[in-house]
């Protein structure tokens, strides 16, 4: 009798080593650009955010485990504050990137050594990366795909917690992709907003099946939940670091219609010819 339960302890004592977490995470809020390659970095706010969501990574969850990100700038610098408290390497994984819906690479992906020159001894290539890494002419069923595809490789090559820094349309796709991974109905979704440095957290037993998990902004203070340029859940209009809704809209429609008179003095030209 004895025996048999040392061996049943044992089974679930094995279980339970395998079983893992997996926390997914938008970058920070954005703003400047790198000239030079022109990608975007973080805004003074997004940088409180990247080391916010890293201290509560570390200090409050325990994470202690493999760290990726997309290899974009904003998405590497997210990634640096809990890479720093861990004293660990951040992967760089192409898959998890943002969408890529443009008729070209824009701009294209940055090389490695571009990367080590703005991170130094900070990151490592994952399996996937190589130099020319961006993507374009890509559909949002394509991107989910791809994403998919880049969870499944990630959770089969590490067995123990993970961290996933990625963008607005990939974290929405991996959040996507594990609800899918429910054995049953009976676990409950996770569900959330994917604000900048918003907290997926998803539990996974041995066979890489979702237990369960949670969503959180609960170390972010109201006005320092974002979506990029400004603040869903405080409108402050006397806070330069924030639009309003009204001035997202007129801002929005600005672009839109530059954009448009940009490919109309093309269409123009293209005739004249």
């Known amino acids: 009798m004895k025996r048999n339960f040392f061996i049943i302890a044992a089974f679930l ?8 977490t997996v926390y997914i995470i ?40 493999k ?11 997210t990634a640096k504050p809990t890479a720093l408290l861990l004293k660990k390497k951040i992967i760089l994984e192409p898959g998890i990137q943002e969408m890529a819906p443009g008729a ?10 571009q990367i080590n020159g703005y991170f130094p001894d900070l990151t490592v290539p994952g399996p996937r990366f190589a130099d020319g890494w961006r993507l374009c002419k890509e559909t949002n069923a394509m991107r989910l795909v791809r994403v998919t595809k880049a969870l499944d490789a990630i959770l089969a090559e590490e067995k123990g917690d993970i961290l996933l820094t990625g963008h607005g349309a990939s ?5 996507k992709a594990l609800n899918n991974k429910r054995p049953s109905r009976k676990v409950k979704a996770v569900k959330g907003t994917a604000w900048n440095c918003a907290l997926f957290i998803f539990e996974l037993d041995d066979k890489n099946e979702v237990t369960g ?12 939940v974002t ?8 409108e402050r209009p006397d806070d ?34």
């Open 171 to 175: 974290v929405n796709d991996l959040v």
């Open 67 to 77: 760290i990726y990100a997309s290899p974009l700038y904003r998405t590497i610098e």
């Open 227 to 234: 979506s990029n340029f400004r603040c869903p859940k405080i």
């Open 13 to 20: 004592l094995v279980l339970a080593l395998d079983a893992r």
């Open 240 to 273: 330069p670091r924030y639009m309003t809704r009204a001035q997202d809209k007129a801002d929005r429609a600005k672009r839109n219609a530059k954009n448009k008179a940009k490919a109309k003095t093309k269409t123009e030209k293209g005739g004249e010819k």
């Open 26 to 65: 938008r970058h920070g809020q954005v703003g400047i650009n790198i000239k030079e390659i022109k990608e975007t970095r973080l805004t003074d706010l997004g940088v409180k955010q990247a080391q916010t969501v890293g201290e509560f990574l570390v200090n409050k969850l325990k994470f202690d485990g």
């Open 104 to 113: 070209k690479p824009s701009p294209p992906g940055m090389t490695l050594a």
């Open 213 to 224: 998990g949670r969503y959180t902004t609960e170390y972010l203070d109201d006005r320092d």
